[in-house]
């Protein structure tokens, strides 16, 4: 059983469109996140929730919503995709806020032609 | 200055070679701090914590100096396996946890 589990894992997709991608651990943890790691393959926190409330979300366009539904999953939409959106974008779980060990998702590489 | 600073690497070391890599952070309130390793096109993973009095785990020995605001990872005795990207990585406790990620630093282990 994968602990963190992310879909897709490959998403190409054409400027303006709209795209989401699936997070969810089977870890029990209370804490999930999404990072963003860009091609000079610099790793940076997007959103952090905690049981399902946002408690981090640092300088993010509008344009990326996370949702909660509840505390095992944590969706990432993204509207009107453009190029500089091309990474992969990690889903992460820790058992409580500031954890030791964050668990990563195998990641999603986002192409936006 | 960027919160997490590393070595810009890469390493290209032979089998066998002690291998250290260094790690400055701005924020002097940090308060916890690991390396995490990091294979080409794969997640992070945890690989050690690090504290104050330093620790061993085989091969891999981490240090933490807090006045330099500085961290350490060494490698001994490297192997091929260990070729792969290393990530010093700081917990922040202000405004809700953060945890912050430095760029990394490539290491290649060659025969």
């Known amino acids: 059983d994968t602990a963190v589990s992310q879909t897709p894992k490959y998403l190409v997709t054409q400027m303006g469109n709209d795209k989401s991608i699936k997070c969810e651990q089977n870890?029990?943890?209370?804490?999930m996140y999404w990072y963003k790691q860009d091609s000079k393959k610099f790793l940076k926190i997007m959103f952090s929730y905690n049981n399902k409330e946002l408690i981090i979300n640092e300088t993010v366009p509008n344009r990326f919503s996370p949702k909660s539904p509840d505390k095992a999953h944590l969706n990432l939409h993204i509207n009107s995709l453009e190029l500089g959106d091309s990474a992969v974008y990690f889903c992460a779980s820790s058992q409580t806020q500031g954890s030791e060990k964050l668990f990563f998702g195998s990641g999603t590489q986002l192409s936006v032609l | 200055r960027k919160e997490v600073e590393q070595d810009p690497g890469p390493f290209n070391v032979p089998e066998g070679a002690t291998v250290a890599f260094n790690c400055t952070y701005s924020?002097?309130?940090?308060?916890?701090f690991f390396w995490y390793r990091q294979d080409c096109r794969k997640e992070p993973k945890l690989l050690m914590s690090?504290?104050?009095s330093g620790n061993e785990d085989g091969r891999f020995t981490a240090q933490l100096n807090r006045a330099s605001q500085y961290i350490s990872l060494l490698i001994r005795d490297s192997k091929l396996s260990d070729s792969a990207t290393y990530l010093c990585?700081?917990?922040?406790?202000?405004?809700?946890?953060?945890?912050?990620f430095g760029a990394g630093t490539r290491l290649f282990v060659k025969a």
């Open positions: 870890l029990g943890h209370d804490t």
């Open positions: 924020n002097s309130a940090s308060q916890s």
């Open positions: 690090v504290y104050s």
């Open positions: 990585v700081v917990n922040q406790g202000t405004g809700g946890f953060k945890t912050i």
